[in-house]
């Protein structure tokens, strides 16, 4: 993976996940694995960025509404959720947003000058 999502043209949406984890991190590292693995099969994905400090991040990108809402109802992402509701987390947020403008500085804005 990497550190940058490739991302088509906005509009797109992303869906933001902050944690807090709550110190039993037995299992968690492949569970979010498994679940990246999962996610990159999704139809709508587009992909992924994320960091794990004291305060974990990931953003994900999708097309629509839609394959939002098909990500969330997936069977084993549903079991990843509740054991990160029982178990990983102790404090959590995600939050969806459209994504109306993308630019920025990466290796192919430099790879054009």
Known sequence: MSVLAKTPKPPY??????????????????????????????????????????????????T???AIRAWKQDIEHQ????LGRERWYSAYRTRIARVERDYGLDDETLARR
């Open 13 to 62: 949406y992303s869906v933001i996940f902050t944690s807090l984890l709550s110190g039993d991190n037995e299992g968690y590292a492949a569970m979010a694995t498994r679940m990246l693995a999962l996610a990159e099969r999704q139809p709508g994905f587009l992909g992924v960025e994320s960091a794990r400090e004291a305060l974990g991040i990931t953003i994900s990108y999708w």
């Open 64 to 66: 629509d509404l839609e």
């Open 79 to 82: 079991q990843a959720q509740r």
